[in-house]
């Protein structure tokens, strides 16, 4: 099961590999995906993370409100986890 996690506020010249790195300390990271305007193709400020669900509730406490290359962040979980339901 893995749980996501919203990332707003994102420095429009960060990648993947940038977001990553910030949760990593945190977890094992499954996915990162920045959004993308669709008709531009330039990058917006937010981006989805995905973790396993205890990481990503730690992860998500941790980063909130963190400066981030000049931006404070907005980091909030999603109220669903993707996944099989055992």
Do not use: C, E, W
Request: no cysteine; proline share 7%.
């Amino acid at each position: 099961m893995s749980k996501t996690i919203y990332v707003k506020n994102l420095p429009k010249n960060v990648s993947t590999g940038d977001v990553r790195a910030l949760f990593v300390p945190h977890g094992p990271v499954q996915s990162v995906k920045l959004v993308s305007n669709r008709q531009s193709g330039r990058p917006r400020i937010y981006g989805v993370v995905t973790m396993a669900p205890p990481q990503a509730q730690a992860a998500a406490a941790a980063l909130n409100g963190k400066m981030f290359k000049g931006h404070r962040l907005q980091v909030n979980q999603s109220g669903r986890s993707r996944g099989r339901s055992r």
